[in-house]
């Protein structure tokens, strides 16, 4: 547990399902006041609010795309009137589509870059704004993937978003560090997560995951939550501009285990 994040002000994106949604409970389960921004899973957001409530932590949702900037500022000012601040943004809001690239058409590329890239940069920009301008040295998480690193064919649109996600979050870690306001990465692998129900639902699919991991099994969505509360809390006071990879090995070139090459 971090006790550093009770009372703590959490706005997380696209927090009704998936690693979202596991965030919120766990930062609940810290007893921080949790934001959840959802798309239009209303329903789901119920649950994870009464979860959070037992748990003992505040929660409240508020509907919104992340792609439009009177959206993410309108999530802010729901934060700061109902809990009164902003401590911790997640930005965490993603989608996925699988095309070949000579098929790919420009709406999908701008859907894609739009919510993974565009609406985590609006999310950044809204926060870091609150936060120099209320002295908060707060902390901004960026949902990222391993595909920042891993080239991912018939997912250009998806690797090209975090590719960004990653020189936007170095590039904002540097510019607000001075203010004691942290920008980190979570570059989460396979997760067993709705975005990924279809593939993981196919034995054949899945087990072809599962050999590009070294540990040898899909990830947990609680796994990246406990993630995100270390990177939030201030045991990673001293954390900014970095990647935390958490994604059982994923990373680790799994092609040349077991001596090969
Ligand atoms: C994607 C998953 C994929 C994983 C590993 C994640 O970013 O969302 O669909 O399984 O990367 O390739």
Redesign the pocket.
């Known amino acids: 547990m971090y006790p550093s994040l009770e009372g703590k002000v959490v706005v997380i994106t696209g927090a009704a399902s998936g690693l979202g949604k596991s965030m919120a409970e766990r930062f609940g389960a810290e007893k921080a006041k949790v934001v959840i921004n959802y798309f239009t899973e209303e329903q789901e957001v119920k649950g994870i609010i009464e979860t959070i409530e037992k748990a003992g932590g505040s929660a409240s949702a508020i509907q919104g795309d992340v792609t439009k900037e009177e959206d993410v500022k309108r999530m802010i000012a729901h934060a700061i009137k109902t809990f009164g601040s902003l401590d911790v943004m997640i930005n965490n809001a993603?989608i996925?589509n699988e095309v070949p690239s000579e098929e790919l058409t420009l709406d999908d590329w701008n859907k894609v870059i739009s919510t993974n890239l565009t609406g985590q940069f609006i999310g950044c920009r809204e926060a870091i704004d609150y936060m120099l301008e209320n002295k908060i040295k707060g902390s901004i998480i960026n949902m990222s993937?391993?595909?920042q690193e891993?080239p991912?064919p018939h997912f250009v649109h998806?690797a090209a978003s975090?590719g960004g996600v990653k020189l936007m979050t170095e590039t904002l870690a540097l510019e607000f560090a001075p203010y004691g306001i942290r920008v980190n990465c979570i570059a989460?692998?396979?997760?067993d997560?709705p975005?990924?129900a279809e593939?993981f639902a196919d034995p054949e699919l899945k087990t072809g995951?599962i050999e590009?991991i070294p540990m040898g099994y899909i990830g947990k969505p609680e796994e990246i939550a406990a993630c995100a509360v270390w990177l939030a809390s201030t045991e990673a006071s001293y954390v900014t501009g970095m990647t935390l990879y958490a994604?059982g090995g994923?990373t680790q070139y799994p092609g040349f285990q077991a001596g090969k090459g």
Do not use: Q
Request: net charge neutral; hydrophobic share 45%.
């Open positions: 993603g996925e993937s391993v595909h891993i991912w998806y975090k989460p692998g396979a997760i997560t975005i990924n593939k995951v590009l994604d994923m």
